[in-house]
């Protein structure tokens, strides 16, 4: 796995989760805080890029506002 997501997913967690053979469980809200931090990440990997149009999309389609295809 990508150094990155396994920080995101740590920092989506309450607490760390080594109860599970070294596999990592997510409740809902911590999926959903996961997702957040992922999809921020890659609007932020845009905007550092030069894609602010790309970037503001994404934003808009994840975080509430859908265009019509």
Do not use: W
């Not at 845009?46 to 975080?63: E, P, V």
Request: aromatic residues 8%; contains cysteine.
């Amino acid at each position: 796995m990508n150094k990155r997501i396994r920080e995101l997913a740590k920092q989506a967690l309450k607490q760390p989760d080594t109860d599970n053979d070294g596999l990592t469980v997510f409740d809902n809200d911590e999926l959903e805080k996961f997702a957040q931090l992922n999809i921020s990440d890659c609007i932020q990997t845009l905007i550092n890029n030069g894609y602010d149009d790309a970037a503001k999309c994404l934003q808009d389609i994840h975080f509430g506002i859908d265009y019509p295809v």
